[in-house]
């Protein structure tokens, strides 16, 4: 499981068929209260937007949120709503 904050969407003008209909976002991971690096995650709450804390999860388990075969890696699966550690700006 990993922890971040959603910092924008991607537009994709030729989506593949099983990703139609699920937002794209790019997440800035948290390990530590530091930055660990940014990546492409579904939103499987389809309610995600910037400056959310989230909590996502990785691997096969991420393509079966969506109750289909997705080609996805990191899926959205919900919400933090407070986060104890300092995160610095940017």
């Known amino acids: 499981m990993y922890t971040g ?28 209260g530091k930055e660990a690096g940014s990546i492409v995650a579904g939103d499987s709450t389809r309610q995600a937007g910037p400056g959310d804390y989230v909590y996502l999860i990785g691997s096969k388990e991420a393509a079966k949120m969506f109750r ?13 709503d407070t986060y104890n550690e300092e995160i610095p700006p940017g």
């Open 5 to 32: 904050i959603v910092t924008g969407t991607v537009v994709a003008t030729v989506k593949e068929e099983r990703l139609q209909g699920i937002p794209l976002l790019t997440v800035k991971l948290i390990e530590n």
């Open 68 to 80: 289909k075969d997705v080609p996805v890696d990191a899926a959205i699966v919900g919400f933090i």
